[in-house]
């Protein structure tokens, strides 16, 4: 058995239509993605919120399904990084832990622990770090290291983001690249990179570096594709009153519509697996947006789920960050 292991670290999302409920309670329930004041109100406010929000989102989960793909990707994620490792030498067994659903970072943990790892590198599926996405996976680590002294005995090593790794880049490169040649006229195409927003405070308050990340993920993949494209990026799956970072998707097609652009690719930026934001926000609500504002050709890359020189370079990230050699 394996000593070394890597943890991928992922949101979760629903299997089925019965799970939408607890997921979203759990989601609500952390206080790194919604910040109730006071603290003994935010398991009921998470209850309350949860169930009014349950009918919308399992109409957009029923949209693509009935379920996340997410669980599915991710362990195939996980298979193909454990394969590219083998490749270059090395025996590192994958493990998957979710922060809101099935299969949970607790379970991954006791899994860890069983199989007697003791050096784990701890992997974020998000490129760009937000205190309410890694950092809170982060956080919950911490918080189980701190209760379990039998972990102690196992080493972390925390990838806290990877925006700029080459490989990344290279392979949105090539999504992007893939998706204008379906256009009748690529270098006419407007290229809008839309990012899951998160709350205006997380950046200016407390100091959240996902927008400065994904603004530079943004530039990376321009040079990298090398095409004259004119680009903008915007940010979408706004939740509740409070205001979010601009511009929001929505706004930013009508805009675009009215400058006269007809001809538009979608791509995803800060989810690198294809769900619900990009299967049913993406694909459904915001081609409806672009159609009713005038753009009739609108088209998305495709999420980089396990594109080979991707994942080729997140087993090149687990090496370097073990200081080990391949072969
Ligand atoms: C970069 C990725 C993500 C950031 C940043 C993020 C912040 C964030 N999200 C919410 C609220 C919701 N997110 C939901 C689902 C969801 N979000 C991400 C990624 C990021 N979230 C993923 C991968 C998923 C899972 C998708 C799936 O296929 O199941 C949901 C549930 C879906 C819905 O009802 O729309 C909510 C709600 C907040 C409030 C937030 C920052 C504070
Ligand atoms: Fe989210
Ligand atoms: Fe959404």
Redesign the pocket.
């Known amino acids: 058995m394996a000593e070394v292991g890597v943890l991928l670290l ?5 299997d089925k239509q019965e799970d ?1 409920r607890p ?2 309670y759990n ?2 329930a952390d206080p ?3 910040r109730i004041p006071v603290p003994p109100l935010q398991k009921p406010l998470a209850w309350l919120i949860s169930t009014l ?1 349950a009918p ?2 399992r109409k ?2 029923q949209a ?1 399904g009935g ?4 669980r599915a990707i991710t362990n195939q994620q996980g298979r193909v990084l454990k394969k590219a490792l083998a490749a270059r030498g090395l025996d590192i067994e994958i493990y998957v832990g979710m922060r ?2 099935h299969p949970f970072t607790e379970e991954a943990v006791r899994k860890i622990k069983a199989d007697g790892i003791r050096r784990l590198v701890l992997l974020p599926l ?3 770090y ?4 890694s950092g809170s996976s982060f956080k919950l680590l911490d918080q189980m290291w701190a209760r379990d002294p039998s972990l102690k005995a196992i080493e972390r090593i925390a990838i806290n983001s990877w925006y700029s790794r080459p490989g990344y880049i290279r392979a949105m490169g090539e999504r992007v690249r893939e998706g204008l040649d379906k256009f009748d006229n690529p270098d006419g195409v407007h290229i809008l990179f839309s ?5 205006r405070t ?1 950046v200016d308050q407390d100091g959240d570096p ?1 927008q400065r990340q994904t603004e530079e993920t943004v530039d990376l993949v321009m040079q990298a594709l090398g095409r004259p494209n004119a680009h903008s990026l915007a940010y979408q ?1 706004r ?2 009153p409070v205001e ?1 970072l601009k511009p929001y998707t929505e706004d930013t097609i009508n805009a675009l519509a009215q400058q006269g652009v007809r001809s538009l690719l979608a791509v995803p930026v ?2 690198i ?5 990009t ?1 049913q ?1 993406i694909e459904i609500e915001y081609r409806e947006v672009a159609e009713a504002a005038g753009i009739h050709d609108f088209r998305r890359a495709k999420a980089l789920n396990v594109n080979k020189t991707f994942i080729d370079d997140l087993a090149e990230m687990v090496i370097e960050n073990l200081g080990v050699y391949s072969r």
């Not at 379920?67 to 997410?70: A, I, R, V």
């Not at 990012?195 to 709350?199: F, I, K, L, T, Y």
């Not at 697996?273 to 934001?277: C, R, T, V, Y």
């Open positions: 992922n949101l979760g999302g629903p939408v997921f979203l989601l609500f790194e993605i919604i929000r919308k989102s957009n989960y693509i379920g996340s793909p997410l809101y659903w998000y490129p760009q937000s205190i309410s996405t990012a899951h927003g998160v709350p997380y996902y799956s939740v509740g979010w800060s989810f697996s294809e769900h619900i934001e299967l926000e």
